[in-house]
């Protein structure tokens, strides 16, 4: 089974600050077989990204996802009011599984 | 526009069988390509993938969970039924309903992430 490692647990930022999320494989994953979802309190998961660096329908271009093999990076440009949230990626090169979370606050 | 609908109950007691359905609208699980897949959240956790069905009737499991999970379709009602056996307190979270995206490859099978989401479910598990 790929474990996914999200850092760090929380991070504390100001509106317009920049975010840099890390998500790391005990395996690589192959073919960019990563996703990241945001989540609100009370709310079902949105995606955002697939294939490692390619945003959903919908998602502003504030949010960009990166890397390749064991190490992703979510980033999020001039931070919004609404985008602090839980974030979570998720692999699909074997199986599926999902990192711990990282909080956005 | 794809929507999602999860129903099922919201209390099941210790070793009982939980059994959920998804009502979907906007794609047909029909169509290539086509899945729904099951997550879930147990309270203030991560999610956890539970199960996926394609439209070809191909399905994944969860490996830690597989001999207590079914997952079936109904595409003349648009709807997936999951069923998970033996249900214990801390299966307790929110059940997800979710399209599901996959690219298929000979020799390895669906590769699958999920959007959208239906608003989830709450089931508890207690005596």
């Known amino acids: 089974e790929i474990v996914l490692t999200q850092s760090p647990g929380t991070l504390s930022l100001s509106p317009g600050q920049s975010a840099t999320l890390s998500c790391r494989a005990s395996?690589?994953?192959?073919?960019?077989?990563l996703a990241w979802y945001q989540q609100k309190p009370g709310q079902a998961p949105r995606l955002l990204i697939s294939g490692a660096s390619s945003r959903a329908a919908g998602i502003p271009d504030r949010f960009s996802g990166s890397g390749s093999g064991t190490d992703f990076t979510l980033t999020i440009s001039r931070l919004e009011p609404e985008d602090f949230a839980v974030y979570y990626c998720q692999q699909y090169a074997q199986s599926v599984t999902f990192g711990g979370g990282t909080k956005v606050e | 526009q794809i929507t999602l609908r999860e129903s099922g109950p919201a209390l099941v007691k210790p070793t009982q069988t939980l059994t959920l359905t998804c009502s979907f609208s906007?794609?047909?699980?029909?169509?290539?390509?086509?899945?729904v897949a099951w997550l879930r959240q147990p309270p203030g956790k991560a999610l956890q993938w539970l199960a996926t069905i394609h439209w070809d009737d191909d399905k994944g499991f969860n490996p830690s969970l597989a001999n207590r999970l079914t997952i079936t379709k109904d595409t003349a009602k648009n709807q997936v039924v999951l069923t998970m056996t033996n249900m214990d307190p801390v299966d307790t979270g929110t059940y997800f309903c979710?399209?599901?995206?996959?690219?298929?490859?000979?020799?390895?099978?669906?590769?699958?992430?999920?959007?959208?989401w239906g608003q989830g479910t709450l089931v508890t598990v207690s005596s």
């Open positions: 906007g794609f047909f699980l029909t169509t290539t390509g086509a899945g």
């Open positions: 395996q690589r994953v192959t073919s960019f077989f």
């Open positions: 979710v399209h599901a995206w996959s690219y298929y490859y000979e020799n390895s099978g669906y590769h699958t992430w999920f959007d959208p």
